[in-house]
């Protein structure tokens, strides 16, 4: 038995015997909670990397890719990284749970508009 990570496919097909195998997220609460303590440490770099590595894939971007949106394997968006904006004047991401509930650094849900939910990036 094998475990291993594709970091750009979800369904690919493995060996002589063409196995098709699902490539598993690797967003596990410990993962999450490490992640969120060290985002205002990260570049934006850095997060994309961790983002990727833990399975959550690129929905979407604007066209100068200021906005970003990170997806799971169900298509619910987890995270987002944004440009500092007139009221957030900082490079920031947030974080969804799994219902969608925007939360703050500590990962316990919040106002979408509450600052606490507007965690700074480097």
């Known amino acids: 038995m094998y475990n291993l990570t594709v970091a750009t496919a979800h369904t690919f097909y493995v060996g002589s ?7 598993q997220s ?3 609460p410990s993962v999450v909670k490490d992640f969120a303590k060290n985002l205002p440490t990260m570049t934006r770099q850095d997060i994309i990397a961790e983002l990727q590595k833990a399975g959550l894939t ?10 970003m949106e990170f997806v799971d394997a ?3 968006v987890r995270v987002k990284i944004h440009p500092p904006d007139k009221v957030t004047t900082y490079d920031h991401v947030h974080l969804y749970d799994g219902q969608g509930r925007p939360l ?10 509450s600052p606490a939910t507007h965690i700074p990036i480097k």
């Open 17 to 23: 015997g063409q196995w098709l195998v699902h490539n």
């Open 26 to 28: 690797c967003l596990t």
């Open 58 to 67: 690129l929905k979407g971007q604007s066209p100068n890719g200021q906005f």
């Open 74 to 76: 169900s298509g619910r």
């Open 104 to 113: 703050n650094q500590g990962l316990k849900p919040d106002n979408t508009r």
